[in-house]
């Protein structure tokens, strides 16, 4: 299974862009990268997911590296209400599991 | 309206007591899944559906049990058998087609506290 690595917490302030890293040096060509966040107290919400392209949708952007070793979700002007847990996933290829882990953090300051 | 919802959103019982989690999707997926939460840590997979009467364990299924009789129902019972049973449960459903790129649409949450 590709594992992913992320800082437990980060800051940001309001208005600015967030940029979240996530490090996944062991995943296989066809796993997807997932983003998703969750907001204390509620189910995760899906922001975007990407196999080797960048994409960008209109909650974020996700930037993978040609190695596909790691990915960045960038959220391009936080808001206050962007304070959430983000969490970095790559999909099990042998069932429909979603591992998260612990996430990152996300703390966004006026 | 499209989603997932799951109900009650807090549940209190009394240790010994079996309990039954409702989730309902109306997003026409054919696949279900059921996590549950700790406190600070990430999700584990506990039962999963990819089609109608049909149903896998995942990672921490002992204790739990679950049915898939329609479509749109995935209700989980969290039996006396489930040691440490409070915790917030998830519920999610996706397409169910494509392994690779099925994205997960997860319920408001159920949280369970077992006194």
């Known amino acids: 299974d590709a594992k992913t690595t992320q800082p437990p917490s980060m800051d940001c302030a309001e208005g600015r862009a967030a940029n979240l890293p996530c490090n996944h040096s062991t995943i296989s060509g066809n796993e997807y990268v997932y983003w998703y966040r969750q907001i204390h107290s509620q189910g995760p919400q899906y922001i975007i997911h990407g196999l080797k392209n960048n994409e960008t949708n209109e909650m974020a952007s996700l930037i993978i590296t040609e190695d596909r070793k790691s990915s960045t979700l960038i959220l391009p002007h936080a808001t206050l209400r962007d304070t959430a847990v983000y969490y970095c996933?790559?999909?099990?290829?042998?069932?429909?599991?979603?591992?998260f882990g612990a996430g990152t953090r996300l703390t966004v300051k006026p | 309206d499209g989603g997932i919802t799951q109900s009650p959103k807090y549940l209190f019982r009394k240790e010994g007591q079996n309990v039954t989690l409702s989730c309902e999707q109306n997003l026409n997926h054919d696949a279900m899944y059921w996590y549950r939460q700790d406190p600070g840590q990430g999700l584990r997979l506990i039962y999963y559906?990819?089609?109608?009467?049909?149903?896998q364990k995942g990672d921490i299924a002992e204790g739990y049990s679950v049915s898939r009789e329609k479509k749109e129902s995935f209700p989980l019972t969290v039996t006396s058998a489930q040691k440490n049973p409070t915790a917030f449960y998830l519920c999610a459903s996706s397409i169910g087609r494509n392994q690779y790129t099925d994205t997960q649409y997860f319920g408001p949450g159920t949280r369970l506290t077992v006194l």
């Open positions: 559906s990819q089609i109608v009467n049909d149903f």
């Open positions: 996933i790559v999909r099990v290829d042998n069932n429909n599991d979603m591992r």
